[in-house]
């Protein structure tokens, strides 16, 4: 292991599992797979003392995380004020059917990401960022389509966030049911898994009947787990 | 529309749409069936003057949410302290590939709730608020597998939410491109949907051969869409 990607998630209070800590992943890698693997993220901000969660798209750039919107969004205005933010982006794997209720669970990827997001005013960074979330959500359309004009940058705020205070939590594999419940139960136990594929891409009703599909755009059904 | 469905959604300042207003719903409905449809939500809370959005199971029972967790995880506590909450379900359902980066987006239905999460004391209501959760998570569970022992009863935290203000958004269909550049462009526009599935039901590998899938296991695998 070499380079950043070896430097080992933070071990602040917030980013130490109390529950469950076999689940914690601390390598700077599992962050960046769970955060790649993500269509959005969910932001919270506190906006008048009470927690705000929605979702937004986001970029990222080596342990930069880059999130934009409307300059008039409550939760990106909250969190370009400098007020402390949280950044989770989760993957549901599986419900995890145990012999007791109580063992129930849920397989999944979470990673969480505490801190304080900047405003990127620089003009560079800005551009970099927002290829960075175009690259991340619809990767090859940044060459495709019309880049953004300047009044359209102007309208976009973007956020950058360091990666610093991170966790990931995984829980993989089949029900953890009590030795006894697991020689004496005779209901069924294992994990029916929740799969996510892209679908077949449904072309823009007024788009003119010679432009075909990109292989940029059907590599992500082609490529379909 | 007649009974409580019919009730609209709150119109208070924070679950009015400022921006895309038209993608707002107001009927409880559609509260509803984003709930339904989820299999976690994000529970942001404030801890030390900071969000902390963690993802986490619920059930429902007509207007009002149910949460759980164990007695010692830092959010629910911070929830179950009376302080206010904000629970999120989100469901991505497409990439939306524009003719411009900036008209760039995603579908999706999201499900936001804001209040204050009330601790379950009652034996009858917790009971029932625990089955909620496992006949939304595992339907069929409550049933199949062993019920819940005093111990573990006494160990896990239930919280209500009365879902009384809350809003839902929904963006469905194409691209919506400036005139300008639907006559001009010459690039690709469409959607790219994102389909989730439940997969083929997988055995632990502890359980005798002679169990076999109980119908509301295989009824998932068999009824996806």
């Given at each position: 292991?070499?380079?950043?990607?070896?430097?080992?998630?933070?071990?602040?209070?917030?980013?130490?599992?109390?529950?469950?800590?076999?689940?914690?992943?601390?390598?700077?890698?599992?962050?960046?797979?769970?955060?790649?693997?993500?269509?959005?993220?969910h932001l919270?901000?506190?906006?008048?003392?009470?927690?705000?969660?929605?979702?937004?798209?986001?970029?990222?750039?080596?342990?930069?995380?880059?999130?934009?919107?409307?300059?008039?969004?409550?939760?990106?205005?909250?969190?370009?004020?400098?007020?402390?933010?949280?950044?989770?982006?989760?993957?549901?794997?599986g419900?995890?059917?145990a012999?007791?209720?109580?063992?129930?669970?849920?397989?999944?990827?979470?990673?969480?990401?505490?801190?304080?997001?900047?405003?990127?005013?620089?003009?560079?960074?800005?551009?970099?960022?927002?290829?960075?979330?175009?690259?991340?959500?619809?990767?090859g359309?940044?060459?495709?389509?019309?880049?953004p004009?300047?009044?359209?940058?102007?309208?976009?705020?973007?956020?950058?966030?360091?990666?610093?205070?991170?966790?990931?939590?995984?829980?993989?594999?089949?029900?953890?049911?009590?030795?006894?419940?697991?020689?004496?139960?005779?209901?069924?136990?294992?994990?029916?898994?929740?799969?996510?594929?892209?679908?077949?891409?449904?072309?823009?009703?007024?788009?003119?009947?010679?432009?075909?599909?990109?292989?940029?755009?059907?590599?992500?059904?082609?490529?379909?787990?």
């Amino acid at each position: 292991m070499t380079g950043i990607d070896s430097t080992p998630l933070s071990s602040t209070t917030r980013t130490t599992l109390g529950r469950y800590p076999d689940r914690a992943r601390t390598d700077r890698r599992d962050l960046h797979a769970v955060l790649d693997a993500g269509v959005v993220c969910h932001l919270g901000t506190v906006v008048d003392g009470a927690p705000l969660v929605l979702p937004t798209s986001f970029g990222r750039i080596g342990d930069t995380l880059y999130l934009h919107g409307s300059s008039g969004a409550t939760s990106l205005r909250a969190a370009a004020e400098g007020a402390p933010v949280c950044v989770t982006v989760t993957h549901v794997d599986g419900i995890v059917y145990a012999r007791s209720v109580f063992s129930h669970s849920v397989n999944y990827r979470c990673a969480v990401i505490h801190g304080v997001a900047l405003r990127v005013e620089d003009e560079g960074q800005k551009l970099a960022g927002l290829r960075a979330l175009a690259d991340h959500m619809a990767p090859g359309s940044w060459e495709h389509a019309r880049g953004p004009t300047t009044k359209e940058l102007a309208a976009t705020v973007l956020l950058s966030l360091d990666m610093v205070e991170a966790s990931v939590k995984v829980r993989t594999g089949p029900p953890g049911d009590d030795e006894e419940d697991i020689a004496s139960a005779r209901c069924w136990a294992g994990v029916v898994p929740i799969v996510t594929n892209w679908g077949a891409p449904q072309r823009c009703p007024r788009l003119p009947d010679d432009i075909l599909v990109p292989d940029h755009v059907a590599h992500r059904y082609s490529a379909r787990s």
